[in-house]
């Protein structure tokens, strides 16, 4: 059975910085592509970022592109959400998923394990 559990979400204001993450219990951790998607109230989950096994290989949306990094560390079965320069418009519920067949995707449903959610809130 694979969990993960996404930690770090709070309330910031504009301009701040957050860093999110998400631990990953089970095994072959190291060979899933692991994504970040959000869901503001009101709105469809969205993709934010992924990366894949390989840890040259990620994917932004452009939303977030430049302000955001994804990474990665196996040896802690952990993936990170660096979030820079907040506004108001990232706020919502951050989700981390994992995808076994490490494709580094940006659709929601290619994803076989998903956390709770941690709340972002950024304040203007």
């Known amino acids: 059975q694979v969990q993960l559990v996404e930690s770090g979400g709070r309330l910031v204001q504009a301009g701040d910085s957050l860093r999110l993450s998400c631990v990953v219990s089970?095994?072959?951790?190291?060979?899933?592509?692991m994504g970040w998607f959000r869901q503001a109230p009101g709105k469809e989950r969205e993709f934010v970022a992924v990366?894949?096994?390989?840890?040259?290989?990620?994917y932004y949306a452009d939303s977030v592109k430049g302000r955001f990094t994804i990474s990665r560390d196996n040896a802690k079965n952990t993936v990170y959400l660096q979030m820079n320069s907040l506004k108001p418009e990232d706020t919502a519920v951050y989700y981390c998923?994992?995808?076994?067949?490490?494709?580094?995707?940006?659709?929601?449903?290619?994803?076989?394990?998903w956390g709770q959610g941690t709340q972002v809130a950024v304040s203007s």
């Open positions: 089970g095994r072959d951790f190291s060979r899933y592509a």
């Open positions: 990366i894949s096994w390989n840890v040259g290989n990620t």
């Open positions: 998923a994992a995808d076994a067949g490490n494709r580094r995707s940006v659709k929601s449903y290619e994803y076989n394990y």
